[in-house]
């Protein structure tokens, strides 16, 4: 199996790589659930923003469905698959709901999935042409997450979770989209092939 999840800050440009990522290996690519958890509870990001106990509401929504998605990923998708929501959804959360959720305590169940050997952390940082790019594209639905507060607070949240819970992950930097594929799939290739030796390695079954 092989598992990439993509993170990092709104308007880094993690959903354009896992795409990528998700065709080239030909692996299904999870959807976001967020679409999904603001239509059932019939009201959009603009309008929730302004109502504190509805926007935290919706937020843990979305953070308990993210981590359920990737919890039950390893056997629905026995293959592999690529997403770009993991923990900065845990972050985003922790900033939204002013602190509601145990930010600091993530679920052992997520941490222990990320270090799986066969799953590949993707850590997708800031960088300034392709944050003015997405705020050019932007209707005004992401505005508030592409400030460079917001991303500053969630690159350095989402480092945080990373580095305290030992969490290994590869981190993509710069604007050059073929350097940006060539270091997840250096990192990815790398995973497979462990894994296809580990096969190789296993006893033979005795006929």
Known sequence: MLGIVFTGASGVGKSTLASWAANFYGLPYLPSVTAGVYKEAGTTFAEAFG?????????????????????????????????????????????????????????????????????????????????????ASDEGRRKIFLSDEWVYRVDGGIAYHLETNCVPYVSIEGESHAGRRATVKRAADAIRLAGWRAEAEKPKKKR
């Not at 770009?84 to 845990?90: A, F, I, N, S, Y």
């Not at 999935?113 to 940082?125: A, E, I, Q």
């Open 51 to 135: 109502n504190p106990d509805q926007l935290r509401d919706i937020q843990l929504g979305i953070h308990n469905r993210t981590f359920d998605q990737l919890a039950d990923a390893v056997t629905v998708h026995r293959d592999g698959f690529v997403t770009d929501r993991g923990p900065d959804v845990l972050v985003y959360t922790a900033m939204m709901c002013h602190n509601a959720y145990p930010s600091r305590s993530w679920p052992e169940h997520i941490t222990g999935f990320l270090k799986r050997p066969d799953v590949l952390t993707v850590f997708v940082r800031p960088c300034r042409s392709i944050l003015e790019r997405a705020r």
